[in-house]
């Protein structure tokens, strides 16, 4: 299993990973790289292996906010927005006119 995410400090027990709300769990697994596939999101979501703030969450479909945290074994992050100048992560197009 890969991380993308950084280890949390003590100060903030998750660490925030950016993405464009809402998203679903199983999307948010991968796109943070905390799995390498779908496939292994769906396993780890089915079995109970995840929790979304504090509970115990079976449905890949679950829809995440900023805000909400996702636990699993070896990893503890918080869901946060993209901030508008990020266009990296959403390949989102600027509205910028030329001048």
């Given at each position: ?92 197009q600027t509205t910028e006119t030329p001048q």
């Amino acid at each position: 299993m890969s991380r993308a995410a950084d280890t949390p400090s003590a100060a903030e027990p998750f660490a925030p990973v950016a993405v464009e709300p809402p998203i679903t769990l199983g999307r948010f697994l991968k796109l943070a790289g905390l799995v390498d596939t779908g496939g292994y999101a769906k396993t780890l979501v089915n079995t109970g292996r995840i929790m979304v703030n504090g509970e115990v969450e079976t449905r890949r479909g679950r829809k995440l906010w900023p805000g909400d945290t996702v636990e699993g074994h070896d990893f503890a992050v918080r869901v946060s927005a993209v901030e508008a100048s990020d266009h990296r992560r959403t390949g989102a197009q600027t509205t910028e006119t030329p001048q």
